[in-house]
């Protein structure tokens, strides 16, 4: 054996178990494994997660918020004052930040999967995308990272994108991008998706129905189109925070296509929380999808970051915890029925989303592991635990094991 952890957690009901760990992968996991190891970690009763997944984040455009505000905090103003922004990133600069954001995910914070929009437009050209097609192969021993092939500013409102996200399948992404709501016609921006992706045979994730109120929805139409082209479980949104005005009996209808057409669902608290509601006086809402209804109608749910430190997203230190910490209150996910529903997703339904088939604590997965420096496995997420190890294919990536003195 190359590794044997001794004495963890892996779920709620069972007792501890010893995990061994050989060529990259998970071998055994027993009661009790009596062979000799390279290296054996005393768990101590301490949970044992899969690495933790970002489904969905913005690295090229990452740690930018100190050079110029979003004073309205709205999202016309973001989209605004980043692509004024925009001429003024260089290679190195996107590189540089990008790597540094990136940094903070997998050191301390446990990242081991990642899924990346990368955008581009006729304007800037590919000098971002080919950046994170770089920081991809840099950082694979390390971290997986999907590229999404992101049309920021809109397919047919920029034109010359159209054939930009053709260049893009073909530079290497691993699958299409789009945001509907920031084009001319929503549904012809998807339309223009699923026939590129039939042709690349790849997944597809949305920006999708990113709004306070639902007058202007296309979640129906996409999930519609998705099982028409046969393309259900290949289809992920991000935002999808304008359902959440729906009044129960026009949204049931909603969550039961997507359920049929098997949309993940990437909800992204730190910035529609930020961003959302802005012209709400008073009462202010909660301005996230919501995440309970459209788990309970079957919808594969999960959370995820989006942005660090920038016009859409002020704050953030790379610590996917935070981000569910934060999604725990604001969408009632803290009661008993509800919270051992939280770890799920930023660990299992992710990787559903991404279609990760080598992912979790089993034996013949690749050992992808971090070691949470708590006991309980229902409060893995609200401890807020140190991350004290983090396997990467076997490979012991991160140890946090910086010692805290008191002096009492
Ligand atoms: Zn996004």
Known sequence: MD??????RINAEEGLKDIAVKNGKIVAIEDHISED????VEGEGRVLIPGLIESHIHLDKALIADRKQNKSGTLKEALAVTASLKPTFTEEDIYERATRALRTMILPNGVTHMRAHAEF???QGFTGFD????????YKDVIDIQIVAFPQEGIFKAPGTDKMMVEAMEKGADLLGAVPYNDLDANDHIDFVFDLAQKYDVDIDLHQDFADDADKISIEYLAKKTIETGWQGRVSVGHLTAIAALPPEELDPVL????????SVMALPATDLHMGARNDTYNVRRALTPVRKLRDAGVNVCIATNNIRNAFTPYGNGDIFQTAMLAI???HLGGGDDL??????ITTNPARALGLKDYGIEVGKSADMVLLDTTSFTNAIIDLPTKLFVWK??????ENTRETVLHF
């Not at 950046?131 to 840099?138: A, G, H, P, T």
């Open 121 to 123: 437009d006729p304007a």
């Open 256 to 263: 039961k296509l997507m359920a049929e057409a098997n949309i």
């Open 37 to 40: 190891a390279s290296r054996i």
């Open 329 to 331: 209150p604001v969408a």
């Open 131 to 138: 950046v994170m097609l770089r920081i991809r192969e840099e």
């Open 393 to 398: 294919h076997g490979n012991l990536t991160v």
């Open 3 to 8: 590794l044997l952890l001794k004495q963890v």
């Open 340 to 345: 051992h529903t939280v770890l799920p997703m």
